[in-house]
T-cell receptor, first 115, second 114 residues
Framework: AQKVTQAQTEISVVEKEDVTLDCVYE???????LFWYKQPPSGELVFLIRRNSFDEQNEISGRYSWNFQKSTSSFNFTITASQVVDSAVYFC????????????FGGGTRLMVKP | DGGITQSPKYLFRKEGQNVTLSCEQN?????MYWYRQDPGQGLRLIYY???????QKGDIAEGYSVSREKKESFPLTVTSAQKNPTAFYLC?????????????FGPGTRLTVL
């Protein structure tokens, strides 16, 4: 069975602080995919990144960066110099290679960035 | 613009009534999904469909039904058998039904049972 754990239910930071959102996953598959989604107050989930299990390179996109470590089954997300517009709920998710692309979501981390 | 539309945005239902939530996509995606989100929780999969005229149950299918008669459309019916239907419902689609395809989400329908 697959499982995704986001231990931080809520994080509050002041604008311009860096913040890291943790994601730990469990799977028996050797090939799998990890995702991060952002859910702003409007409710629609916005895709941020997909990472394949065989590609452990870290990725940076502007103020966002992702650290994938298979050894610790973690896929953490860092926002550098946070802004108020980053306030949202962030979800980490896991899918299997050949199982209908079903996503297993973590419980989400609510990030509040205060001015 | 390509995307996923869900209607209505807010829906109120009396206990014992069936209600159908609409989901349409013009992304030419093969696969479509329905998720349920309860306050403060992650998303749980209700049903998914990888191709037209075919669909499978997700983790919490009891009390729900779907159809996939057209590629663009995947309506969800919340039946009176669903014991606690008040929730936020999100529809998604992906290019194919394999795990390496990101899912794109609609704006959601908030269902309240009175």
């Amino acid at each position: 069975a697959q499982k995704v754990t986001q231990a931080q239910t809520e994080i509050s930071v002041v604008e311009k602080e860096d913040v890291t959102l943790d994601c730990v996953y469990e799977t028996r598959d050797t090939t799998y995919y990890l995702f991060w989604y952002k859910q702003p107050p409007s409710g629609e989930l916005v895709f941020l990144i997909r990472r394949n299990s065989f590609d452990e390179q870290n990725e940076i996109s502007g103020r966002y960066s992702w650290n994938f470590q298979k050894s610790t089954s973690s896929f953490n997300f860092t926002i550098t110099a946070s802004q108020v517009v980053d306030s949202a709920v962030y979800f980490c998710a896991l899918s299997r290679n050949n199982a209908g692309n079903m996503l297993t979501f973590g419980g989400g981390t609510r990030l509040m960035v205060k001015p | 613009d390509g995307g996923i539309t869900q209607s209505p945005k807010y829906l109120f239902r009396k206990e014992g009534q069936n209600v159908t939530l609409s989901c349409e996509q013009n992304l030419n995606h093969d696969a479509m999904y329905w998720y349920r989100q309860d306050p403060g929780q992650g998303l749980r999969l209700i049903y998914y469909s990888q191709i037209v005229n075919d669909f499978q149950k997700g983790d919490i299918a009891e009390g729900y039904s779907v159809s996939r008669e057209k590629k663009e459309s995947f309506p969800l019916t919340v039946t009176s058998a669903q014991k606690n239907p008040t929730a936020f419902y999100l529809c998604a689609s992906s290019r194919t039904g394999t795990g390496n395809n990101e899912q794109f989400f609609g704006p959601g329908t908030r269902l309240t049972v009175l």
